[in-house]
């Protein structure tokens, strides 16, 4: 079955680039979705539709899709980002089944 | 402000059924899907079904299938989510969250989220 892979964790230092990965077959075809979840938070949406920003998210959150590979880049990385990130899309087969991945733990140094 | 507000925590034992409603408020109910994911603890974000309160459209997880129940009261903005034959590993955090698209749909706002423990 169709899956999202994410690498399980990401460090960076406080002001430098962290950039988060999801693997998936099927993402040519379908849009890719990113949340944020600190510890005990429910999910915020960071980015939507491979590339957009939600109002209210700051401009250091950045997406972007190449092929099977979609990408969450925190640019000037602040203490205050560190948290799982999950990629989210679709089943493209016709059962319409979201699809989570594994989620990527950002650690700032 | 979009606001979606969930029961409290819930206790069952195996073979039990447990449902979780969810209160939205601050937007057009029937203009956006509701869906709901869990999340084991310890573990990542697990979709479990999506409903369109405009049509009645309902979409479960394969695995879940048979066992959960989605449903919407329009008259209230709230949607419910009944999970039967509780077993151990359904204990987990459900999240309902307003989803936005049709078929395909993503997660704008969620609830806090209900604890939903299942043991003997």
């Known amino acids: 079955s169709y899956e999202l892979t994410q690498s399980p964790s990401v460090s960076v230092s406080p002001g430098q680039t962290a950039r988060i990965t999801c693997f998936g077959d099927?993402?040519?075809?379908?849009?890719a979705y990113w949340y944020q979840q600190k510890p005990g938070q429910a999910p915020v949406l960071v980015i939507y539709?491979?590339?957009e920003r939600p109002s209210g998210i700051p401009e250091r959150f950045s997406g972007s899709s190449s092929g099977t590979t979609v990408t969450l880049t925190i640019s000037g990385v602040q203490a205050e980002d560190e948290a799982d990130y999950y990629c989210q899309s679709a089943d493209n087969s016709g059962t319409y089944e979201v699809l989570f991945g594994g989620g990527t733990k950002l650690t700032v140094l | 402000q979009v606001q979606v507000v969930q029961t409290g925590a819930e206790v069952k034992k195996p073979g039990a059924s447990v449902k979780v409603s969810c209160k939205t408020s601050?937007?057009?109910?029937?203009?956006?899907?509701i869906s709901w994911v869990r999340q084991a603890p310890g573990q990542g974000l697990e979709w479990v079904g999506w409903t369109n309160p405009s049509n009645g459209k309902i979409n479960y997880a394969q695995k879940l299938q048979g066992r959960v129940t989605v449903t919407t009261d329009t008259s209230t903005s709230t949607a419910y989510m009944e999970l039967r034959n509780l077993r151990s590993d359904d204990t987990a955090v459900y999240y309902c969250?307003?989803?936005?698209?049709?078929?395909?749909?993503?997660?704008?706002?969620w609830g806090q989220g209900t604890l939903v423990t299942v043991s003997s």
């Open positions: 099927e993402l040519p075809k379908q849009y």
């Open positions: 539709k491979d590339s």
């Open positions: 969250a307003r989803s936005y698209g049709d078929p395909f749909y993503y997660f704008d706002y």
């Open positions: 601050g937007y057009t109910f029937t203009h956006y899907g």
